[in-house]
Structures are given as C-alpha cells and as structure tokens.
C-alpha cells in the first residue's frame, strides 16, 4: 500500500521563487520513495511525496514544514490518500 502526501503553499507576492527553493531544499527522514514538485500561477508551490507499505492515513510520516513567517500568503494546505 502507498500513501500520498500534498503539502501546498501560496507565497507573498513576489516571494514564488523563494518559496520553491526553500521546499526543494528541505529533506525528510527517512526520505520517501518518491518527490515530486511543482510549481503553479499564482506564486503556488505543490510538493507530493509517496511513501511506501504504509496503509494507515494516520500513519506517523515526515512532511515539510511550514515556511518562515512572511514567505507563505495562507497557512499552508495538506492532504493525504491511500491507494485503492
């Protein structure tokens, strides 16, 4: 079984790029079988990550952060799945 997890944030005006470096340069441990990130209009930054033999939703699994205070526009959105 695989479980997904979506962390989403929205920069400050102007701060998109900032916001992109800073996940891409944070790491998790244990690191997941999986990274993915991207970017989108509107200053917003997606980074999913998937994590192998776990089938519990409310399994104990590293996530980013949020950013600093004065980066993020909103509080930062996240959401996990299972795979069917």
């Known amino acids: 079984m ?10 400050v005006e102007g701060r998109g790029e900032e916001l992109l ?4 340069a ?22 999913i990550t998937w994590w192998d033999g ?3 939703l409310a399994a104990e699994l590293p996530e980013l952060p949020a950013p600093e205070p004065g980066v993020a526009a ?5 959401w996990r799945f299972r795979q069917v």
């Open 74 to 78: 909103r509080p930062v959105h996240r």
């Open 54 to 56: 776990e089938d519990d």
């Open 26 to 47: 944070r790491r998790l441990d244990p690191e997941p079988s999986r990274r993915e990130t991207f970017a989108a209009p509107g200053e917003r930054v997606l980074v």
């Open 2 to 11: 695989t479980i997904a997890l979506m962390w989403e944030a929205k920069a």
């Open 21 to 24: 470096t800073w996940a891409r």
